[in-house]
């Protein structure tokens, strides 16, 4: 029962990170500074991922 919901927060952290690198793909030709700000944002969610124990 408490996989079920470790996997939503996964899921929904992971959505949220894919949202963002989509917007820093889609900003990176008009404004790559706040593009850099997008990614450093995926990227520590990323992390937060990762550092989830299983």
């Known amino acids: 029962m408490l996989n ?9 952290m992971q959505k949220k990170y ?8 889609d900003l990176s030709k008009s404004n ?4 850099l700000k997008k ?3 995926a990227q520590e ?3 937060q991922i990762i550092a ?3």
């Open 4 to 12: 079920l919901f470790k996997s939503s927060k996964v899921s929904s």
């Open 32 to 35: 790559p500074e706040e593009s």
């Open 52 to 54: 989830m124990p299983l």
């Open 45 to 47: 969610i990323q992390r």
């Open 39 to 41: 990614q450093k944002e």
């Open 18 to 25: 894919d949202r963002l690198m989509k917007e820093a793909y």
